[in-house]
């Protein structure tokens, strides 16, 4: 169901931006506030809990993308236009090319596929704003370092107007109940349900472009720090793990910092203030597990050799408790 009510969407914010013809007097706000009441927002598989939130669009939410690539529509032009093809009563439509903006996606465990260039052309229903066709050509570097055109064509085979719409799209799960806030994923709930048991899989992009997969790092130790460059607590303890890192990461030791919630331009102002030796990726541009979804910083996991979760640490004396979790596994903390 999530992946018909994401692609409902884009279709509608596509009406607003690309045809103004129809749908001219309607904002982009108004569109997604129809639907935020009906927003599921589930941690996890078999989770229990929703919540109603309130979207921001931002520009390229903004934008319609529906088949994944975000394109740059300040550089799109129209091309053409030309009747639909419907049989009865026709409608028109327009032919614009535009740039796909340049993505990096996770592939095999610690390898990544990256878009280098590439153009769109698409085929728009002026009255709908509903895609008809769409022509994807892209250089793409896959995980073997190999460069690839790729040539991909989506093509609505079958169209009808006037039905009406099917409500059950909409349609929470059964089982399901409403809550102010999600139970955050803190030290209590992950002691609780997840240490003891192999961590969940995680593939992280770094800050440079580097691959991290949880499974290429099975055999050494992984330690996990969840941080944000505001957070008092998260400073203080940065020398420590880069002394710690620079004593055991080119052994038996992996410490991958997470920054959460902060975009890339400040982590990187603050990273070259604070010089660090171990790997920083950015939450924002990954795809983070719920498990990995944490909210109070800093925190601390730490993951055996053999991928077990061994034990988690949070808050300003989150890195004292570690330390004595560190000299299980062999290593000292300064």
Same mark, same amino acid.
């Given at each position: 169901?999530?992946?018909?009510?994401c692609?409902?969407?884009?279709?509608v914010a596509s009406a607003?931006?690309?045809?103004?013809w129809?749908? $001219?007097?309607t904002?982009?706000?108004?569109?997604?506030?129809?639907?935020?009441a009906?927003?599921?927002?589930?941690r996890?598989p078999?989770?229990?809990?929703?919540t109603?939130?309130?979207?921001?669009?931002?520009?390229d939410? $903004?934008l319609p993308?529906?088949?994944?690539?975000?394109?740059d529509?300040?550089?799109?032009k129209?091309?053409?236009?030309l009747?639909?093809?419907?049989?009865?009563?026709?409608?028109?439509?327009?032919?614009?090319?535009?740039?796909?903006?340049?993505?990096?996606?996770?592939?095999?465990?610690?390898n990544v596929?990256r878009m280098l260039?590439?153009?769109?052309?698409?085929?728009v229903d002026?009255e709908?704003?509903?895609?008809?066709?769409?022509e994807?050509?892209a250089t793409?570097?896959?995980?073997?370092?190999?460069t690839?055109?790729?040539?991909?064509?989506?093509t609505v085979?079958?169209?009808?107007?006037?039905g009406?719409a099917?409500?059950?799209l909409?349609?929470?799960?059964?089982?399901?109940?409403?809550?102010g806030?999600?139970?955050p994923?803190a030290?209590?709930r992950?002691?609780?349900?997840?240490?003891?048991?192999?961590?969940?899989?995680?593939?992280l992009?770094?800050?440079?472009g580097?691959?991290?997969s949880?499974?290429?790092?099975k055999?050494?130790?992984?330690?996990?720090?969840?941080?944000?460059?505001?957070?008092p607590?998260c400073q203080?303890?940065?020398s420590?793990?880069?002394k710690?890192?620079?004593?055991?990461?080119?052994?038996?030791l992996?410490?991958?910092g997470?920054?959460?919630?902060?975009?890339? $331009?400040?982590?990187?102002?603050y990273l070259?203030?604070h010089?660090?030796?171990?790997s920083v990726a950015?939450?924002?541009e990954n795809?983070m597990?719920?498990a990995?979804?944490i909210?109070?910083?800093p925190?601390y996991?730490?993951i055996?050799?053999?991928?077990?979760?061994m034990t988690?640490r949070?808050?300003?004396?989150?890195?004292a408790?570690l330390?004595?979790d560190l000299a299980?596994?062999?290593?000292?903390a300064?």
């Amino acid at each position: 169901m999530k992946g018909m009510w994401c692609m409902f969407l884009s279709v509608v914010a596509s009406a607003a931006i690309i045809t103004p013809w129809a749908f $001219a007097e309607t904002s982009n706000e108004a569109l997604w506030s129809k639907f935020q009441a009906l927003r599921q927002d589930s941690r996890k598989p078999g989770g229990t809990e929703f919540t109603r939130i309130t979207v921001t669009v931002s520009k390229d939410w $903004a934008l319609p993308a529906p088949y994944e690539d975000i394109l740059d529509w300040r550089r799109a032009k129209q091309l053409q236009s030309l009747p639909c093809g419907f049989s009865g009563k026709d409608h028109t439509c327009v032919i614009v090319e535009a740039p796909i903006k340049p993505w990096i996606r996770p592939d095999t465990p610690g390898n990544v596929v990256r878009m280098l260039d590439g153009t769109a052309r698409v085929m728009v229903d002026t009255e709908t704003g509903i895609w008809l066709r769409c022509e994807i050509a892209a250089t793409v570097d896959t995980s073997q370092h190999r460069t690839n055109q790729w040539e991909v064509t989506y093509t609505v085979k079958q169209m009808s107007y006037g039905g009406a719409a099917d409500m059950a799209l909409f349609k929470l799960p059964d089982g399901l109940h409403e809550v102010g806030w999600l139970t955050p994923w803190a030290e209590e709930r992950i002691r609780k349900e997840l240490v003891g048991k192999p961590a969940p899989d995680l593939q992280l992009i770094d800050i440079k472009g580097t691959p991290i997969s949880l499974a290429n790092l099975k055999g050494k130790t992984v330690l996990l720090d969840f941080w944000a460059t505001w957070c008092p607590p998260c400073q203080a303890d940065a020398s420590s793990l880069e002394k710690l890192n620079q004593k055991y990461g080119n052994g038996n030791l992996a410490v991958i910092g997470i920054s959460v919630g902060e975009e890339r $331009a400040i982590v990187e102002k603050y990273l070259k203030k604070h010089q660090h030796s171990y790997s920083v990726a950015l939450s924002i541009e990954n795809q983070m597990p719920s498990a990995y979804q944490i909210g109070l910083f800093p925190t601390y996991l730490i993951i055996s050799p053999d991928g077990t979760l061994m034990t988690v640490r949070e808050g300003d004396q989150g890195f004292a408790k570690l330390r004595k979790d560190l000299a299980k596994a062999g290593m000292t903390a300064e």
